[in-house]
């Protein structure tokens, strides 16, 4: 699939207008069976084609993209390496590439405090957004919603042990 130190470029896309949504690039760190994990240092820029934004991250974060599942994600994290929340996108599974990783952008997202409490973000967008989805995208869309929380509850890598709860971080 990938290999540790090289560079990938993220990419989400907006349904069924198959427009780039946004995007960013990041570094493999971790190759798992079924699973990469990428890494975005402090100040990695955030490329947001939707709003014609380019954003300079103020913290430093871990994303995992898991083959077959509907969503990807992991911890932001502050320059020390405490975790300050996860943020989980509602996605169709990633579509993996030789020097990109790219899905569709289900509007849902599901961010968790560094204790573990979750909560799900952007229900109505997705509510205005179902009728154009296929109906499977729909019905599994919703179940990552939960499948995240799981993964949350079990504490399942990327996952660090819980921390002390912060202010939700301010997204573009």
């Known amino acids: 699939m990938y290999g540790p130190g090289q560079r990938v470029r993220l990419e989400f896309w907006k349904y069924p207008q198959d427009r780039l949504h946004y995007w960013w690039e ?10 990469v994990l990428l890494y975005m240092p402090l100040g990695f820029e955030f490329h947001h084609e939707s709003k014609g934004r380019v954003l300079r991250v103020d913290h430093q ?5 898991f083959e077959s599942r509907w969503y990807s994600g992991g911890p932001d994290l502050d320059a020390e390496g405490r975790v ?16 990109r990783i790219w899905q569709y952008d289900l509007e849902l997202d599901v ?3 560094a204790d573990h409490r979750c ?28 499948e995240v929380e799981r993964h949350m509850l079990q504490g399942e890598w990327p996952v660090l042990p819980p921390g002390r709860a912060g202010q939700w971080l301010e997204r573009i």
Request: net charge negative; hydrophobic share 40%; charged share 30%.
């Open 119 to 146: 909560q799900t973000f952007d229900l109505e967008e997705f509510a205005a957004k179902a009728p154009l989805y296929p109906a499977e995208w729909v019905e599994r869309a919703t179940q990552a919603v939960a």
């Open 84 to 99: 300050l929340e996860y943020y989980w996108n509602i996605q169709t599974p990633p579509r993996f590439e030789p020097e």
């Open 111 to 113: 961010k968790c405090r």
């Open 26 to 35: 990041a570094e493999v760190r971790e190759v798992r069976e079924g699973a």
């Open 61 to 65: 974060a871990y994303v995992a993209f």
